[in-house]
């Protein structure tokens, strides 16, 4: 039994297998590394997710605290890998009551901007670590961020500006900012017209912002301690706001669904705004939040039916129109950033068992043929998020990599796997061997040093 294991909620399938937290921070150097690093991948694979400390049991998924993993990668060798807690006062037992936002999990994601890595969870202010993940303390933009700051904001990649909003379950609802590339909030701004809704997510394109109000909502009647659930009365809608100029929202009423991560939204060649991601239907979500609370009758993965989805919304007519793109349940989907918020030809998911597939994969969609090609995993291997770099001196899209940080129960260890993202058929380029199984997480970033 591996000396990271402890005592734990075995109800709880978020603290159990490739999700069972680890108990203490450690640091290893000069990685084993099989096939050949890249050379242009100089700088931090960093990766965050939920790990409560030894005896807690959150009521949620989402509320442990939050781990930093990383990886240093420099002239084609593994450097370090090191694990860090976010040290926030929430680490420490000191709860988050809606008036303290600087006590966060600070679990979800994190960024590199502005000269900052900031480790974010929506409902609270950002928390700056720094580049070996010793924790600085919470952020906020100068005085400027007045609210709670989403865990995906968006980088322009022309611009270089970072877009990004903080949602509430009491007006005002919705507030939109904007940052410099060097850090600076220049446009901070209430939304009118938002709700009550879960706005995990948004999107961006090079002329529009895109809004996310969806049916599952602010209700006090939620036991789980994050109190959103599905409404059948709320009705979904998809707004559409010029990135310039006054905020002026057009909604677009949608059918009922979730969508908690954005593939990617753009302009089409008809003028109409495109957004693609996982969609939930009613019984996805509700399935879905058993595993993240731990309810009774929960599935054995925490996605139960999100699939690739599409929705097409069209400002000269006001009408939406939308379609599924595949049958398999997927999620944290993510692209070449160098094409955000641009026509993509692209996307990559991890997906879960379900749907005709037996075990967890990474999949990669062409949305202009419809094909999907796989990189599957054996039967007790995870990988988590497929982050995108870039090849250097790359011409298609899709000229780069993947990394992974895979989970593999039967062996009781962790890899960054480095896939070839042109071509998933093939085996990894390279792998680098990781000193301890690494729990799944939950989002994270490719920092190159010249960032």
């Not at 694990?83 to 037992?93: A, F, I, K, M, S």
């Not at 054995?300 to 379609?323: C, F, K, M, N, Q």
């Amino acid at each position: 039994m591996s000396s990271d294991k402890m005592s734990i909620d075995l109800a709880k399938p978020y603290l159990t297998g490739h999700y069972e937290p680890v108990a203490d921070e450690t640091t290893a150097r000069e990685l084993t590394v099989h096939g050949a690093i890249p050379p242009e991948l100089e700088g931090r694979y960093l990766r965050n997710g939920h790990n409560p400390k030894p005896g807690v049991t959150p009521s949620h998924w989402f509320k442990g605290t939050g781990m930093i993993h990383g990886v240093r990668l420099s002239g084609g060798q593994a450097e370090w890998y090191r694990n860090r807690w976010v040290r926030t006062p929430y680490l420490e037992g000191v709860p988050f009551t809606g008036t303290n936002p600087e006590v966060s999990a600070a679990g979800t994601n994190i960024i590199h901007h502005g000269g900052r890595y900031l480790a974010l969870q929506e409902a609270n202010l950002p928390w700056e670590v720094t580049a070996e993940l010793e924790t600085v303390g919470p952020y906020d933009f100068g005085g400027k961020l007045t609210t709670a700051m989403t865990a995906h904001p968006k980088e322009d990649p022309v611009t270089g500006e970072l877009f990004f909003f903080g949602y509430s379950p009491f007006p005002p609802y919705l507030t939109f900012y904007v940052a410099s590339p060097a850090g600076q909030i220049t446009r901070a701004e209430v939304i009118d017209g938002a709700g009550p809704s879960l706005m995990h997510d948004f999107a961006i394109t090079a002329d529009h912002v895109i809004w996310l109000d969806l049916p599952v909502v602010f209700d006090m009647s939620e036991q789980s301690g994050i109190p959103y659930r599905w409404s059948d009365a709320y009705q979904p809608r998809i707004g559409v706001m010029p990135r310039s100029g006054p905020a002026q929202v057009t909604w677009f009423e949608v059918e009922p669904g979730a969508l908690l991560h954005v593939s990617n939204a753009y302009t089409d060649q008809h003028g109409r705004v495109v957004v693609e991601g996982p969609r939930y239907d009613r019984p996805a979500w509700e399935s879905s939040w058993k595993w993240w609370i731990g309810a009774p009758g929960h599935g054995v993965t925490p996605e139960a039916g999100s699939v690739h989805h599409r929705w097409i919304l069209d400002l000269a007519t006001g009408r939406a129109s939308e379609e599924p793109l595949d049958g398999l349940v997927t999620e944290f989907p993510t692209i070449n950033e160098t094409v955000l918020g641009r026509p993509s030809r692209y996307s990559y998911a991890v997906a879960f068992p379900g749907a005709g597939l037996d075990r967890f994969a990474v999949v990669k969609y062409d949305t202009s043929t419809g094909e999907r090609h796989l990189h599957p995993f054996a039967p007790d291997q995870m990988p988590g998020e497929a982050v995108f770099v870039p090849a250097e001196g790359g011409t298609a899209e899709d000229d780069g990599y993947l990394l992974t940080i895979t989970s593999d129960l039967r062996a009781n260890a962790s890899q960054l796997l480095i896939l070839d993202a042109s071509d998933l058929r093939g085996g990894p380029v390279a792998t680098v061997e990781l000193p301890r199984r690494v729990p799944a997480g939950i989002h994270g970033n490719w920092l190159p040093d010249n960032h």
